[in-house]
């Protein structure tokens, strides 16, 4: 069965330094990975997608993520964090066989001034 | 276009109660997901939807828990006689094909709270 792991429930980090948000997955066949946002009462908004091609993804927000076959991961990326990138992060994969988006369990990135 | 609307936003019931959830996809989108958020844990997949069939309930409970989405009118997610394990906040996409192919918009959820 497909799935995703997030193995930090939240990460913390200054305005102004790197953010990494991590995320593993396991599939069987190719990966279709997803990054999702959800701010404070809000539903969720797409940030980007992995399908085929380039393995580093460029998004919405000035977010990234970087696929890496040999390690399942593709961890979120920003080289610079802004208190107002504070929200929910999931990671989800398509499970090929449905077309249904699996999601993970979240992350809270947390952003101080 | 107005994205995709839930209603209502926020919603309570008294145990035993029946709780409908509206969600109305994005206009041009015919496929429509569910999903549920329960406090502190990520999205749960419910069910999946196309016009007037369902395409894969394998995340609904078994009991109390329906779904459609008719040819006219919102997809609707019905819970009879609920109980406080079903407060939660549940979201709806919608996509104009499966996922694979293109991105799913979600609406701002229901927050079902039952007391």
């Known amino acids: 069965a497909q799935s995703v792991a997030q193995p930090e429930d939240q990460v913390n980090v200054a305005e102004g330094n790197p953010l990494t948000v991590k995320c593993t997955y396991s599939v069987s066949g190719n990966p279709y990975l997803f990054w999702y946002v959800q701010y404070p009462n809000r539903g969720l908004q797409f940030l980007l997608k992995?399908?085929?091609?380039?393995?580093l993804v460029k998004g919405s927000y000035g977010f990234e993520a970087e696929f890496n076959k040999s390690q399942t991961s593709f961890h979120l990326k920003k080289p610079s964090a802004l208190v107002s990138d504070s929200a929910l992060y999931f990671c989800a994969v398509i499970d090929g066989n449905t077309d249904k988006l699996i999601f993970g369990t979240g992350t809270r990135l947390q952003v101080f001034p | 276009n107005a994205g995709v609307m839930q209603n209502p936003r926020h919603l309570v019931r008294r145990r035993g109660q029946e709780a409908r959830l509206r969600c109305s996809p994005m206009k041009g989108h015919s496929h429509v997901y569910w999903y549920r958020q329960l406090p502190e844990e990520g999205l749960k997949f419910m069910v999946y939807?196309?016009?007037?069939?369902?395409?894969?309930e394998s995340g609904m409970p078994k009991e109390r828990f329906s779904a459609e989405f008719p040819k006219e009118g919102p997809s609707i997610l019905r819970i009879q006689q609920v109980v406080r394990g079903d407060s939660a906040a549940y979201f709806c996409a919608s996509s104009t094909t499966g996922t694979l192919n293109t991105e799913a918009f979600f609406g701002q959820g229901t927050r079902l709270t039952v007391v």
């Open positions: 939807l196309q016009k007037e069939n369902i395409i894969d």
């Open positions: 992995y399908i085929t091609g380039d393995n």
